[in-house]
């Protein structure tokens, strides 16, 4: 988003292309898999609080169903492009294949900036995106879920939305709703543990006991601090944490040698992740530019924010000492970049693997949801972690196996069971 030219959705399908003729994929199914199966483009009129009416452009891009109904997000964000939403839908079908579990691939979005709406308009942005879409969702064929700048409230006020035009009651709708309302306990902590999972089962096969570490994060909303919270808790430190400046229209990067502090930094950070600068500055953080986070001398660097960060004009910045890239973005690495850190050896966890935490959560919240019996939070966390825990080593045995780069191997099983899924239903 951050750059004119670089078109998301083009780089999924270079990304496809080249493991479907690793697979030897026939036309059909290539001509199939690289390409959304539906879109739906919508047009959402909203009466704003100063009794105008603005309209608002969404989208709900489904990329593939043959393993079960879709399931992404749907981000509110002002630089939203349909070719950014078509690359996560596909990369959604990548991620819950690779993680094996039941569901194919979708996402939507809005085009609007949650910083400049009242609740009252958010809401009505919600409500307006189901009513235009309830035809073409739902929990047999598309089940939506938060992402960038869309949380548990805006979830519930979907799933109102849609029962109210349905007469019933349908938790399976969506997930990611408040705890109580038919939430899963972990679910919010479930992509930022998903990730530090898979980020100690590299640092085991780097033989790198994880109180050794330092990394540093780009980003500070849910995925990043629930990451940086379970990486200390194994002992890791964290020693930068970049974020958007909504004041400033900048990011900016904050560094503290001997570790930052989660707890003061979420005191001073607004509901979009944006730390207050001049605060952090009293607090003792170093305030440095926004791409600072991706020089820092550490082992481990964590993109948490947005697709298209780590790039061929940046990737030369990155440190000898680092070690491992584990990637809670979606497509935080452009291909020229990741051509670069595959040659450099460093260890790579793909997005389609290190932030497969979410959507493997809200499937547990929606089996939850089904039988309308809720787990306690160590038994969905536990169960995170085993199904986490034996999709790295999936990807991890291929990569040893066949000398493959971990987002190639990734992508080699991915790509293989949805293409298998299709082939048995009779597709292709
Ligand atoms: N938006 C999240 C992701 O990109 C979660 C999707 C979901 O839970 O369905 O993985």
Not at 47 to 61: A, E, L, W
Not at 124 to 135: E, T
Not at 222 to 229: L, M, R
Request: charged residues 25%; aromatic residues 8%.
């Amino acid at each position: 988003m951050k750059n004119e030219a670089f078109n998301p959705f083009e780089m999924a399908q270079s990304q496809f292309d080249k493991i479907a003729d690793t697979l030897e994929l026939n036309e059909a199914t290539k001509d199939l898999l690289r390409i959304n199966l539906r879109e739906y483009h919508v047009s959402i009129p909203v009466r704003m609080d100063d009794g105008s009416t603005k309209i608002f452009r969404g989208f709900r891009i489904q990329h593939n169903d043959a393993l079960g109904p879709a399931k992404g997000g749907v981000r509110f964000h002002p630089m939203e492009t349909i070719d950014t939403v078509r690359a996560l839908a596909m990369w959604m079908t990548w991620k819950c294949a690779v993680v094996d579990i039941p569901l194919g691939g979708s996402t939507g979005g809005v085009i609007c900036d949650p910083h400049n709406l009242s609740s009252h308009e958010q809401e009505l942005i919600c409500r307006g995106w189901v009513r235009q879409l309830a035809r073409n969702m739902g929990p047999l064929n598309d089940v939506p879920a938060p992402d960038v700048m869309t949380n548990s409230q805006h979830m519930l006020w979907m799933l109102d939305e849609y029962e109210t035009i349905y007469g019933k009651k349908y938790p399976g709708f969506i997930t990611g709703k408040p705890v109580g309302m038919g939430g899963s306990l972990g679910r919010t902590e479930a992509t930022g543990y998903g990730l530090i999972f898979t980020v100690r089962e590299a640092l085991k096969e780097l033989n790198i006991p994880p109180g050794d570490t330092t990394a540093s994060v780009q980003g500070f909303g849910n995925v990043a601090q629930h990451a940086i919270e379970l990486y200390q808790q194994i002992w890791g430190k964290v020693v930068c944490v970049s974020c958007w400046d909504q004041k400033d229209q900048v990011s900016y990067s904050f560094r503290k040698m001997d570790g930052v502090n989660i707890e003061i930094l979420k005191g001073i950070t607004d509901r979009f992740g944006g730390i207050d600068k001049d605060k952090a500055s009293e607090l003792g953080y170093e305030v440095l530019p926004g791409d600072a986070w991706i020089e820092q001398e550490v082992d481990i660097l964590i993109p948490a924010a947005m697709e298209n960060q780590i790039t061929k004009d940046n990737v030369g910045k990155i440190s000898k000492k680092v070690k491992l890239i584990a990637e809670g973005a979606n497509g935080p690495t452009t291909p020229d970049a990741d051509n670069i850190i595959k040659e450099r050896g460093i260890f790579l966890i793909p997005d389609m693997l290190g932030n497969a935490g979410g959507v493997t959560c809200s499937y547990f919240e929606q089996v939850q949801s089904n039988m309308n019996y809720f787990w306690d939070k160590d038994e969905v966390l536990g169960k995170l972690d085993l199904k986490m825990t034996s999709a790295f080593a999936s990807v991890n045995k291929l990569a040893k196996e066949k000398k493959l780069y971990m987002r190639d191997a990734a992508y080699v099983i991915a790509v293989g069971r949805v293409a298998q899924a299709c082939k048995d239903r009779g597709w292709v």
